[in-house]
């Protein structure tokens, strides 16, 4: 089992940054994988980012590419989201999500992760 808290959503301007955390909890961060996704009002969860367990593979959506970075720190358990440049269409609620499946691929799909935080709220206005 695998419990997972979001932190650090808020409401910022175009242009802002801000960094998003994902606190993993029941399994050392190493021997699972994380991704991010974000489900704006009226659309479905969609695939935001992903960093292998291994850290040595990222993928990102090409909304967010060279915009967000996703980063591990195995010592805090912690993922993280940096959100630079942000836009209106930024604006969602955003999700980390864990799965323990093989390190050797980077899992984009909503069904891939059967782990899930709350959320917490981004809203970028314009």
């Known amino acids: 089992q695998v419990e997972l808290v979001e932190s650090g959503g808020g409401l910022v301007q175009t242009g802002d940054s801000l960094r998003l955390s994902c606190a993993a909890s029941?399994?050392?961060?190493?021997?699972?994988?994380v991704g991010w996704f974000r489900q704006a009002p009226g659309k479905e969860r969609e695939f935001v980012a992903t960093?292998?367990?291994?850290?040595?593979?990222?993928s990102y959506a090409d909304s967010v590419k060279g915009r967000f970075t996703i980063s591990r720190d195995n010592a805090k358990n912690t993922v993280y989201l940096q959100m630079n440049s942000l836009k209106p269409e930024d604006t969602a609620v955003y999700y980390c999500a864990a799965n323990v499946l093989s390190s050797a691929l980077n899992y984009r799909g909503r069904n891939q992760y059967p782990y899930w935080g709350q959320g917490t709220q981004v809203t970028v206005s314009s």
């Open positions: 029941g399994r050392t961060l190493s021997s699972i994988n």
């Open positions: 960093k292998t367990r291994s850290g040595d593979s990222t």
